[in-house]
């Protein structure tokens, strides 16, 4: 149990599917995250939820669509997806946004959703 | 931009052989992370590093944080089976947290 569930764990879809991707923290942190993990490259920043509101949207195409409706849950809706998109996504949390990158309040992570897009 | 470069990207060694992988950058980080992810499972934060020349240890796990903040290395003595996994660094940079790629370990027994 890390205290961030994800769910599903493996998820495979067509590129005219609509999924949606879950999280959800027990650990009381008020900042939520969306990371991209590719092979062979860093882990890529998506989405920043903090107290709810979203402050950061790096550059991520529109098929990607997060939902944060309070500080415990946090979704990305899918659709339209290609085929490049296939990838481990990970949620993460942290006390606060300003906190993330702190000594005293790192990063928590879920295990991943294991998305393929055929 | 700030970059992470991590060395090696692959490493496959003996049990109870030592190791030293490294993360650099020509960025100065006001602090650096290192994660150790597991197959299947999220990364796990195994330290956070501080104060240029900082060494922290972690039973077989030591980690140092070089003098100008640029650059971090992790150095395991009498690797196990149970250290395999992808090490992952993240440097505290100007916005946000900054990942590098991952140095994936071996162990065999």
């Known amino acids: 149990e890390t205290g961030v569930t994800q769910t599903p764990r493996h998820l495979v879809m067509g590129m005219t599917n609509k999924k949606s991707l879950k999280c959800e923290q027990h650990l009381g942190h008020n900042a939520m995250y969306w990371y991209k993990q590719s092979a062979k490259k860093p882990l890529e920043l998506m989405f920043v939820?903090?107290?709810?509101?979203?402050?950061e949207n790096n550059s991520v195409p529109s098929r990607f669509s997060p939902e944060c409706p309070n500080s415990s849950h946090l979704f990305l809706h899918l659709h339209t997806l290609q085929p490049e998109d296939s990838a481990l996504y990970l949620c993460?949390?942290?006390?606060?946004?300003?906190?993330?990158?702190?000594?005293?309040?790192?990063?928590?992570f879920g295990n991943g959703t294991r998305l393929t897009v055929t | 931009t700030q970059l992470l470069e991590q060395s090696p990207q692959f490493l496959s060694i003996q049990e109870g052989e030592n190791l030293t992988v490294y993360c650099n950058s020509s960025s100065v980080f006001s602090s650096l992370q290192w994660y150790r992810q597991e197959p299947g499972e999220g990364p796990v934060l195994l330290v956070t590093?501080?104060?240029?020349?900082e060494v922290k240890k972690l039973k077989r796990l030591t980690f140092q944080f070089g003098d100008a903040r640029k650059d971090s290395s992790l150095h395991i003595t009498a690797a196990q089976p149970g250290d395999t996994g992808l090490y992952l660094c993240a440097g505290k940079g100007a916005q946000k947290l900054v990942f590098g790629q991952g140095t994936r370990l071996t162990i065999n027994p």
């Open positions: 939820y903090n107290f709810k509101e979203q402050t």
């Open positions: 993460a949390s942290s006390r606060n946004r300003d906190s993330a990158s702190s000594y005293n309040s790192p990063l928590h």
């Open positions: 590093v501080v104060t240029g020349g």
